[in-house]
């Protein structure tokens, strides 16, 4: 699939997936039980996976075409960071509903996701 058709058709999922959350979000309770809290996180997930990944990857086509890099690793390292902090900000969002976040579990997921970065990185290296 060519670039153009595989961003084209990210851009259009983004704008269906922040469709779908103003959907939910503007339509049901979040008192209405487990379906409502977990459609509003998952099309929460989606919305700002597409997003992360399509600004993430603007991002990196823009020094792509001064260094001279390989697009297949741009992408793969933009859909790793995004799906790493959008599965952050949804474990937060989902303990803060539970009223459980705290500073402290908040600095242990962040390492988290950073080591689990770091551990892709340099995986990645040596193969």
């Not at 008192?31 to 993430?56: D, I, K, M, P, Q």
């Not at 303990?95 to 390492?111: E, M």
Request: proline share 2%; glycine share 2%.
């Amino acid at each position: 699939m060519p670039l153009r058709q595989y961003l084209a058709l990210l851009i259009l999922s983004a704008a269906f997936s922040w469709a779908m959350w103003f959907w939910v979000f503007y339509y049901f309770q979040p008192e209405g039980g487990f379906l409502h809290r977990a459609l509003f996180f998952v099309t929460l997930f989606f919305s700002v996976f597409l997003t992360a990944f399509l600004v993430n990857f603007a991002l990196r086509l823009i020094n792509f075409y001064k260094k001279n890099k390989i697009l297949g690793k741009e992408l793969n390292l933009s859909f790793q960071q995004s799906l790493a902090f959008s599965l952050l900000l949804l474990v937060i969002l989902i303990l803060q509903s539970w009223r459980v976040l705290t500073w402290w579990n908040t600095l242990l997921l962040l390492a988290a996701v950073i080591i689990w970065q770091f551990l892709l990185r340099f995986s990645r290296n040596f193969n």
